[in-house]
C-alpha cells in the first residue's frame, strides 16, 4: 500500500469539519476529551475497535486517564504513521513468499482488503458517483499491476517503480487542473526518469522486463487515481468507496483463479494472503487514519512513509534472500531522493507564501 495514496484518501481527516472516516470521527471523539498519554494509545485503539464492533464510543474517560493527561507528554502519533509504513513494506515480503498465482492471491487479499475497510467505514454509507466508480476501476488495476509485478521481478523493481506516481503526477496536474509547471518540476521528473531507466539496465531476463513495466504501469494508474482522488465530486462520498469497490473489482476480475486455488492453497498461504487483507491493508489503515486525525502533516506522515519502499526489498532479501541488482538500487535512491527533495522544497515554499 503506497503511503501517498493513503495520504491523497485520508489526509482530509483533520482539515474538514465532517470527517468521511466514521473511525476517524471515533478518534476525533477521544481527542476531544483530552486524551494525551502514552497509555492512552491503547484506549484510543480500544474506542476504534469498540466502533468496529458497533458498540458506543461516548464513555468519558476515567479520572485517572484524566489526571494523567495533565502530567505526561503524549506519545507522538508519527509512531503510528511508522507503525502504517512498516506493515505496507511487508507486502513485497508476504507477496513473494506464497506460492499461488498473483491472480490466485489477489482475489483472498482483496476479498478480506474489502471486508475490512468497509467494517471501518460502514457508517459512511458506500454511495457511488461517476468520478469514484472511475477511481475503483484504476485502484483494481494498480493492485492487481503490482502483485503480478512484484511476482515477476523483484520486490524492489516493483515498489520503487510503482512509487513513481508523484512523477507522473509533476506532469498530469498542470495539464488537467491548469497548475503551473515549474523547473523544479521539470528537474525533478529528469532526474527520476533517469532513476527509472537504470531499472532496464544490465542483465535482466524476460519476467524482469516484464514485471518492471507492469511495475511501471501500476505507478501510472496510480497517477490517474490521485488525480480523479482530487475532483470535487470525489469528496460528495465516502473517499474510501474507491477502495472498497475497487478491491471488489479485483474480487470478480481473480475470482475464476481464486476459487480454483481454494482446492490446494496451503495453510500458509491462506495465512499469508488473510495477513495481507486484514493486517497490511486493513490495520495499516487503520494505523494511519488515527494519526491524521491526531494531527499529524500530510508533508511529515508522506516523508515517514517513505520507510515502504525502503523496507520492502530489505525484508524480502533478509527472509527470502533475493538481491536486487546494483542499478535497481541506484535507480530507487535516485527516484526517492527527488521526490523528497521535491516534497520539502514544496513546503517551504507555501511557508514562505503563508507567512507573506
Known sequence: MCTS???????????????PLNVAAAIDDVSRKGAKTQSLFWSDLGVIFSELCGEASEAPLSDNQSNQSDIHPAYSPLLLVLGAAV???????????TTISGLELSFGR???????????????????????????????????????????????????????????????????????FRLRDLLTVAVCIVGMSLFFVGRLRPE??????????????????????????ARDVNRASSVIYGNILVVLVAAPAGLAALNHISAIDAASVAYLGIVQIGFAYLLFTLAMARGVRSL???????????????WVFLFLGERPSGWAIIGGA???????????????????VAQA
Open 300 to 314: 511529515d506522515a508522506g516523508i515517514i512513509g517513505y520507510i515502504e519502499p525502503v523496507l520492502n526489498p530489505i
Open 208 to 233: 524482469d522486463v516484464s514485471g518492471n513495466l507492469l511495475a511501471l504501469g501500476s505507478g501510472l494508474c496510480f497517477a490517474f487515481y490521485f488525480l480523479l482522488l482530487r475532483h470535487s465530486s
Open 87 to 97: 506493515l505496507w513494506s511487508t507486502g513485497g515480503l508476504f507477496i513473494k513468499a
Open 110 to 180: 482483496s476479498l478480506l482488503a474489502a471486508i475490512t475497510v468497509a467494517i471501518f467505514t460502514r457508517r459512511e454509507g458506500f454511495r457511488l458517483n461517476r468520478v469514484t466508480l472511475l477511481a475503483s476501476v484504476l485502484y483494481a488495476a494498480l493492485l492487481i499491476l503490482f502483485v503480478l509485478a512484484t511476482k515477476r521481478t523483484t520486490a524492489a523493481n516493483a515498489i520503487f517503480l510503482q512509487y513513481t506516481a508523484p512523477v507522473y503526477l509533476l506532469v498530469l496536474e498542470p495539464l488537467l487542473y491548469k497548475e503551473k
Open 334 to 352: 535516485i527516484i526517492i531522493t527527488s521526490v523528497i527533495f521535491h516534497m520539502l522544497i514544496e513546503a517551504k515554499a507555501k511557508s514562505g
Open 5 to 19: 495514496f493513503v495520504l491523497c484518501v485520508f489526509a482530509p481527516l483533520r482539515e474538514t469539519s465532517h470527517c
